[in-house]
């Protein structure tokens, strides 16, 4: 059973362990929040956008966040737009980071923002685009596509274009949504209807499945040696309860056998 790290969010989105802390978007709340192994939880920046919104790094360490309804990438330590993707897309949703500065951020397809600035549509076409991981060779990109009910595959091109899209792992109706890699390859996913976080090989081989009493939204792997599986997991009643104040939101820690690897 999951142990609660932290509880009275929002709507816990995007993990990312980072410097000793998991850090996370907290959704109706505007706030990305840090929490410390013992639960310790400082709020590290505030950001004017609504839901959803994401984040992560850029190698030098600049904080990105993408702001999905308006369709802007934020530079968060200086406040300014990194850049606008309205011409690519009307909503996008994740963000991940590979080692050469290139952020793919997803909605309906995925857009490359490279390190110069310039910004391309690179596959579009997906089921509701969600979490993204890149394997730690950098050779590829895996998305979840939660209305496909698939991890889908894309090989990373020199020019950071994507191509040779595939099926990475069927999921037989579950609904994928945070997603994070370990050092064997396999793939954590949460699940939102499932109330779970399961570990999938390639192909689709179920490995191990932590249950829930509520959606599971996305699940990242850290701590000190890599093997905590923090989880981030709210009661869902749909868009239109986002207003309504409710606070079920949790970050949940299970203890895994195989550590993190690649990106995020």
Known sequence: MATVLLDGLGIPESPRWHDGRLWFCNWTTGQIVAVDPAGAAEVVASV??????????????TLLVVSGQEAKLLDVDSGSEHADLTALGDTFNEIVVDARGNAYVNGAGVVVVRPDGSSQLVADDLRFGNGMAITPDGSTLIVAESHGSCLTAFTIRPDATLGDRRVWADLAGDNPDGICIDAEGAVWYASVPGR??????????????????????????????GRTLFIAAAEWHGMDALG?????????????????????
């Open 48 to 61: 004017d956008t609504t839901v959803p919104y994401s984040i992560d790094w850029l190698p030098d360490g």
């Open 196 to 225: 779970h976080c399961v570990l999938v090989r390639e192909g689709g081989e179920i490995l191990e499945t932590v249950e829930l009493d509520r959606g599971a939204f996305a699940c990242m792997l850290g701590g000190t040696d």
């Open 244 to 264: 309504d104040g409710s606070r079920t939101g949790q970050i949940l820690t299970e203890r895994v056998g195989v550590p993190h690897a690649g990106r995020p």
